[in-house]
C-alpha cells in the first residue's frame, strides 16, 4: 500500500471518529488533511500516524494522538488574520495545521532538535508563516506583542496568568493543567477586558512544562 494510500485511508478513518465527537469544523479538517500527518511521526511509527496512541520522538518527548490533537485545535478556534503563539512544537504538526487556518503562528521550544526538525518539515510542506524558535516558554514570550491565541502543549500546576496578560481582549489560550499528581486536564481561559472566564475541557495526557533551554539537545 502506497504512502498517499494510507494517509488518505488514515484520515478518512479520523474524521469518521472526530464526527462521533462532534468535530466536523470543515476548515479544520481541511487543514488537517492538507498536513500529512506521517511527516511527523518517526519512520518506525508511519503506520500509526492516524491513531489515537502517544508516539515517542526525540528529546524524551511525545507526538500526542491524533484525535486529541485536532481536538485540542477544535478547542482553540483558530480562525483567519489571528496570531497565534504555541509553547512547545514538538514535532510540529499542529504548527502546521494551525498555521494553514491563521495569519502566522509563533512557536517555542526548549529543544534545538525539535525546533529543527519541525522547522525543515513546515518548509518541505511549503507554509510560509511560521516563526520556528528555540526559546524558553515557561513565562511566555515578552516581546512579541499580543496573540489572538495562546497554545500551550506543557502542564502546569495552576493557571499561568502571565500568558494571559499577553493574549488580546477577547483572545484565548488553552493549557494543560495538573489536577492531582496523575491527573491533567486541558483548561481554556478567554479574556474580556480585564476579566477572564475558565473553562475545563477534557483530560490529556501531557509533560511538565520545564524552563530553560536546553543546551545539549
Not at 68 to 81: D, E, I, Q, T
Not at 176 to 186: F, Q, V
Amino acid at each position: 500500500m502506497t504512502s498517499r494510500l494510507v494517509e488518505k485511508e488514515g484520515f478518512a478513518a479520523l474524521v469518521l471518529r472526530l464526527r462521533a465527537e462532534g468535530v466536523s469544523d470543515i476548515d479544520l479538517l481541511t487543514a488537517v488533511e492538507q498536513t500529512p500527518r506521517s511527516l511527523f511521526v518517526p519512520p518506525q511509527f508511519a503506520d500509526q500516524a492516524y491513531s489515537s496512541r502517544t508516539i515517542p520522538i526525540e528529546c524524551g518527548s511525545f507526538l500526542e494522538g491524533v484525535d486529541l490533537a485536532v481536538r485540542v485545535l477544535h478547542s482553540l478556534k483558530v480562525k483567519p488574520g489571528q496570531r497565534v503563539l504555541e509553547i512547545g512544537t514538538g514535532s510540529g504538526f499542529m504548527t502546521a495545521v494551525m498555521a494553514r487556518m491563521t495569519e502566522r503562528v509563533l512557536t517555542v521550544d526548549r529543544y534545538k532538535t525539535l525546533t529543527g526538525s519541525a522547522q525543515r518539515r513546515i518548509e518541505s510542506l511549503g507554509i510560509r508563516n511560521v516563526i520556528v524558535r528555540q526559546a524558553d516558554g515557561s513565562a511566555g514570550l515578552q516581546g512579541e506583542g499580543t496573540f489572538d491565541r495562546i497554545l500551550v502543549t506543557a502542564a502546569f500546576n495552576a493557571m499561568p496568568r502571565f500568558y494571559a496578560d499577553q493574549l488580546v481582549s477577547g483572545g484565548s489560550m488553552i493549557a494543560p493543567l495538573m489536577i492531582s499528581d496523575t491527573e491533567c486536564r486541558l483548561v481554556r481561559l478567554t479574556k474580556t477586558g480585564s476579566r477572564f472566564e475558565r473553562e475545563e475541557l477534557f483530560n490529556s495526557p501531557y509533560l511538565p512544562i520545564v524552563p530553560r533551554v536546553a543546551s545539549q539537545l
